[in-house]
């Protein structure tokens, strides 16, 4: 799979890498992924990533320091690659959880001064889910993101003023998504630990999107980890401690693809990777050695039967740990 080859995001100006550099570890988070980065490590990664084909990045202005650390990165390497996209995303207020048009704007102008960008090539909409009213009236809830002066009106302002040219959502539950994207207000999709070796409940929102001409991305195919190193003490899946029943699935796949001599890894990525609906998968990254070895597992030769065995072992309905 040549990563320097690049689709058409949908419907959007933007043509991509299959994969993307998940910037969100970058960002020093611990809490999320069970450990810290330096930002000197940080940017080297960061560097190390310009210099591959792969030429599309995933941040967000809440994933702790990953903004600034591209910024610094940019200005070290002198200027963006060539053809590079960068994604951000569009934060609620985490002291209220509250979206206004308000909270918005500052979230995106926040983002174009830690990136050093004047215009923003792609931004989501960040986990609407996060709404105060989502878990007790959604409807009221997406009235109010959809509505008047709400949220997605206002990144439709800044798309009109030229701060912003491509509009898409990101979040978690599958339902939700695509009561976003059947909105029709939206270029792309983001959907995370719902569509990977383990867990495959996006199904209807890749359908949908697909059927829609959308921009989809897929992020997580390790599932938070344990698709990338297989169970082991500490390891996550969506973010949180597995299940005994995600255990008991993942060292079964374990076991598939030893039998193939295949690393699980490798096949958790390509999963995502070779499905052509998705124009992008991203994978995030914390040092400079992870850079290469995912380019290295986005080349591992599969055998179509692998795919066979593995495809009972997922999980198709319900919603992660997450």
């Known amino acids: 799979m ?4 690049k689709r058409k995001l949908g419907r959007t100006d933007l043509f991509v890498p299959s994969l993307c550099w998940g910037c969100a570890p970058l960002g020093n988070m611990p809490e999320a992924f069970g450990h810290g980065v330096a930002e000197e490590q940080a940017v080297k990664t960061l560097l190390k990533a310009f210099s591959t084909p792969v030429t599309f990045f995933d941040t967000a202005s ?22 590079a996209i960068i994604a951000t995303k569009a934060d609620r207020d985490t002291r209220t959880n509250l979206f206004t048009a308000r909270q918005i704007r500052m979230s995106i102008m926040k983002s174009c001064e830690l990136l050093g960008l004047d215009t923003l090539p792609l931004v989501y909409l960040h986990d609407p889910e996060y709404h105060p009213k989502y878990r007790t009236d959604p409807e009221a809830a997406f009235e109010e993101l959809l509505g008047p002066c709400g949220a997605i009106e206002e990144l439709e302002k800044l798309k009109d003023e030229g701060i912003v040219r491509n509009i898409g959502i990101s979040g978690g539950p599958i339902d939700m998504l695509l009561r976003f994207i059947r909105s029709n207000r939206f270029d792309a999709v983001i959907m995370h630990n719902r569509w990977n070796l ?23 195919p390790y599932s938070s980890g344990i698709l990338a190193t297989g169970y ?29 001599n295949v690393p699980l890894a490798a096949a958790a990525l390509q999963f995502s990777l070779r499905d052509m609906r998705i124009h992008s998968t991203v994978v995030g990254i914390a040092t400079p050695e992870q850079v290469e070895q995912t380019l290295s597992l986005a080349h591992v030769p599969i055998p179509n039967a692998l795919w066979d065995e593995l495809d009972p072992l997922a999980i198709k309905e319900g919603d992660p740990e997450a």
């Open 2 to 5: 040549r990563m320097d080859e």
């Open 62 to 83: 809440i994933y702790g320091a990953s903004e600034l650390c591209i910024g610094k990165a940019v200005k070290m390497n002198g200027s963006l690659p060539e053809g």
């Open 198 to 220: 383990l867990w495959q409940t996006a199904g209807p929102l890749i359908e949908e999107a697909h059927r829609m001409g959308m921009g989809t991305v897929n992020a997580a």
């Open 232 to 260: 082991k003490e500490g390891v996550r899946t969506a973010y949180r401690k597995p299940s005994k029943d995600s255990i008991d699935r993942v060292k079964k796949m374990e076991a598939v693809c030893k039998n193939f």
